[in-house]
Structures are given as C-alpha cells and as structure tokens.
C-alpha cells in the first residue's frame, strides 16, 4: 500500500526474442475470449519465493514457455497511472517491470506455449514501418509522414525555453522526415521515438483505448501495425531500441545464434534484428575484423548449394576487451 491506501501490485514484463528463418520474434499472449489484443508475457513478482526479480522472471517464463532464457535486461520500470486501465479505472495500480530476455527456439516451446495461450509473432506485425530489409517501407510515405505531418502543422512552432524541439523537429529526428526541405537520415535505434510519436498524434490503436484527445478528435484511426494490450506496445518498442542499439558494442547477437552457424546465417540474424538490408562483403569485412567467430572446421550444406563453413562465436574475445559488437551503420 501506499500513503494513500492504495494497493500496488509489482509484475514482471518480458520482451522475449528469438530469430528464426530471418525473422525476429517475440512471445505474444492472446486473449483465451477472444476480446483484447495481444500482450507480452506477465508474471508478477513473488517476493516470498523470489530473490530477485530476475530469478522470478526465469522462473515462470521456463514454467510458461518451456524456454531457457540467455541474456536478460531490465529495460524500464513502467507505472504510468491508468496503464492497466480498465473501464472504471478501478482494481491495484499495477507497476511493471520490464525486461529484455534473448533465447532460441525450442523443439517442444510452441506445444507449451499454446496451452499458455501464447505463440511466436514477427515483431513487425506491430512495427511494420521498422522494416527496411527490402527498401523502404510504402506505409512510410502513403499514410505516416503524411498523417503526421498534417498534426505537426497544427501546432505552432514552440521555440521556447520550456520545449527544446517543436513536433516538426521531432518528426525530422524520429521519421528522417523532410523540415525545411531537408530530408533526415533513418536512425533504426529510434524505434521507441518513432511509435511515441505516432501515440501522441492519436495514430494508434492504443491512443484511441486510451482516449488521448489526439485520436478522440479524428473518431477513426487508420491500422499502424496490430494493437497490443495495456502499454505493451511502448514496452515492445522500448526492447527493440535497446538491442539495436545492444547489437553495435556488446555480442548479444551470439545469444540468438546455434552453437554453430554460417556466416549468412549470422548476418541475416543481425539483419532481421536491425531491420536494415546489409552488404555481404561489408558484413563478412566487419566480422573479421571485429574477430568475433572462428571456424569450427565443419560445413553446412543445408543452402542446396556449395558446402559453407561454419562458425563459433569466439567466447575469449570477451575476456580481450570490453565491448565487442558489430558497428552496422545508422542510414
């Protein structure tokens, strides 16, 4: 409880991600009647069995997906006031926990999470303007830039001390879109920029839920990207900057990769992640010299084509310095 009497309850949130056949997944759960959209996985913290949070979360996500999770971190702490609204307002203030968790997937994990109500979805179903694997995407021009552009036009350009950035500037910064017919530069780590953006243009789903007067005042939303439940959405963006971001100075790549893996393989892991289209030879260059694999002496044949060699993530490299990672470039 707290000062004023009201409960508050302490869950845990996990983005968890895996990359499979090129495509970067997360572990969605669907509502069992049917009425709300999906959600990320939520356990809540039990304090008399648990630690840590972080022993808490392995603990139910191995029960509830029958995945080990590798790499863990905390991303944010959310608990906006009405996150878990209901149609009253009513019931404990919920504050959640978010983490990010990287795994691979398991033989028997989409058995398990079935009977959980859950499954494996491609993140860009919520971000489907995050990938640029072939080119940019069309929504970008046909429906956002243009919808966001008519709200930045709106306002009036606020120079003031109390706000550093007027909503053109901001769009310029998030999108690369044109301000004073300039057009910016695509950064991939400004996927939580971009979808706040969009929420706060009343541009989403959750925006209407919410009842943002943004969305209120256009009384139909065009569909960027499938609605997630609670601020689920913003969790899910808040993940994906951060292991963009991961991607360029830490091998957390590796903890999405088999034991063993080609090069391809590896590089259309990062791409997927990245959502960014990579030059083979640039990539195969940047791999070597970062020193990251070695070669295990075996081939893989599973292309069709001629025999490929197959790699290991190089384990010592992380006692020879401290932030080794892959420095894909921004656009």
Do not use: C
Not at 15 to 36: K, W
Not at 54 to 60: A, C, D, K, N, Y
Not at 100 to 117: C, F, I, K, M, N
């Amino acid at each position: 409880m707290n000062s004023a009497g009201a409960a508050i309850e302490i869950g845990l949130n996990a983005v968890i991600v895996a990359v499979a056949r090129g495509v970067p997944l997360i572990v969605q759960v669907d509502d069992p009647d049917g009425l709300e959209p999906d959600s990320l996985p939520f356990g809540a913290f039990d304090p008399l069995h648990h630690r840590t949070f972080e022993i808490g979360l392995r603990s139910w996500v191995e029960e509830q997906t029958a995945l080990r999770l590798g790499y863990i971190e905390q991303l944010y702490t959310f608990g906006d006031r009405g996150r878990h609204r209901t149609s009253d307002d009513a019931g404990p203030h919920v504050v959640s926990v978010g983490y990010l968790a990287l795994t691979r997937q398991t033989p028997g994990s989409e058995d398990v999470l079935a009977r959980h109500h859950s499954a494996w979805r491609s993140w860009y179903d919520y971000f489907p303007w995050e990938d640029w694997r072939n080119g940019r995407p069309s929504i970008l021009d046909r429906e956002i830039i243009p919808a966001l552009s008519a709200w930045a036009e709106q306002a009036p350009d606020d120079t003031s001390p109390q706000r550093a950035l007027t909503r053109k500037e901001r769009l310029k910064i998030a999108f690369g879109a044109p301000l004073s017919g300039a057009a910016g530069e695509w950064d991939e780590e400004r996927a939580l920029e971009r979808y706040e953006l969009l929420y706060e243009a009343g541009l989403v789903g959750e925006a209407l839920r919410d009842e943002r007067a943004a969305a209120l005042d256009r009384g139909s939303l065009p569909r960027f990207g499938r609605t997630m439940r609670f601020d689920h959405r913003r969790v899910l963006a808040t993940a994906i900057s951060r292991l963009r971001a991961k991607l360029k100075y830490r091998p957390v790549v590796f903890e999405l990769m088999p034991a063993s893996f080609t090069l391809t393989e590896l590089q259309t892991s990062v791409e997927a992640i990245s959502g960014r289209h990579l030059h083979k030879q640039n990539f195969r260059r940047l791999v070597e010299n970062a020193d990251l694999v070695e070669p295990t002496g075996a081939t893989s044949t599973e292309t069709g084509g001629r025999p490929a060699a197959l790699f290991r993530f190089r384990h010592e490299l992380l006692k020879e310095r401290p932030a080794p990672g892959l420095r894909v470039g921004g656009r």
